[in-house]
T-cell receptor, first 112, second 115 residues
Framework: SQQGEEDPQALSIQEGENATMNCSYK?????LQWYRQNSGRGLVHLIL?????REKHSGRLRVTLDTSKKSSSLLITASRAADTASYFC????????????FGGGTRLMVKP | GAGVSQSPSNKVTEKGKDVELRCDPI?????LYWYRQSLGQGLEFLIY????????KSGLPSDRFSAERTGGSVSTLTIQRTQQEDSAVYLC?????????????FGDGTRLSIL
């Protein structure tokens, strides 16, 4: 079963605009990760934020984590057509194993 | 550098047949995971291997599903007596497990279609 929901399910923006995707989860976590998936390909790890962190940056990516609300957001700034993909949040629980529980994903389309 | 490799990339088979899916993790990665991605269920965890420990099979949907990891490296996921609901993309991932907070590296998956 999926950990939570991602919002929106689909997002269409123009190149140069910012894209914000939100993720909610249900149980306590060790960390939260964001992955990207291009059509027909596997998932590519983007960024990992630990439960004791509130914000993290990587290039044009900014991730926030609010453990009190059990939610996270991914911001992609100055989007490019090449950012078109599906984006998934995934949580790793405090149990051993670090297996990931995924949200339903956001399909992002960036129009040139 | 070599990433996670999965084979075959596509598999079409008749209902009732057995299938084997293979995963070659990144060299040196001790943790290996199998996930399934389908339209109806999204991305689901199936099974996890860590070193020589007993695997965590808690995500396997039925006893028709099994997996092995030989020599701590290559893994094979076997589905016996396939059903149409087994149609999905089967993804393998590996990570350098050091206690929890490590990213997972995914292969491109095997797209399984059951006729």
């Amino acid at each position: 079963s999926q950990q939570g929901e991602e919002d929106p399910q689909a997002l269409s923006i123009q190149e140069g605009e910012n894209a914000t995707m939100n993720c909610s989860y249900k149980t306590s976590i060790n960390n939260l990760q964001w992955y990207r998936q291009n059509s027909g390909r596997g998932l590519v790890h983007l960024i990992l934020i630990r439960s004791n962190e509130r914000e993290k940056h990587s290039g044009r990516l900014r991730v926030t984590l609010d453990t009190s609300k059990k939610s996270s957001s991914l911001l992609i700034t100055a989007s490019r057509a090449a950012d078109t993909a599906s984006y998934f949040c995934a949580t790793a629980s405090n149990n051993a194993g670090n297996m990931l529980t995924f949200g339903g994903g956001t399909r992002l389309m960036v129009k040139p | 550098g070599a990433g996670v490799s999965q084979s075959p990339s596509n598999k079409v088979t008749e209902k009732g047949k057995d299938v084997e899916l293979r995963c070659d993790p990144i060299s040196g990665h001790t943790a290996l995971y199998w996930y399934r991605q389908s339209l109806g269920q999204g991305l689901e965890f199936l099974i996890y291997f860590q070193g020589n420990s007993a695997p965590d099979k808690s995500g396997l949907p039925s006893d028709r599903f099994s997996a092995e990891r030989t020599g701590g490296s290559v893994s094979t996921l076997t589905i016996q007596r396939t059903q149409q609901e087994d149609s999905a993309v089967y993804l393998c991932a590996s990570s350098a497990y050091t206690g929890g907070s490590q990213p997972q590296h995914f292969g491109d998956g095997t797209r399984l279609s059951i006729l």
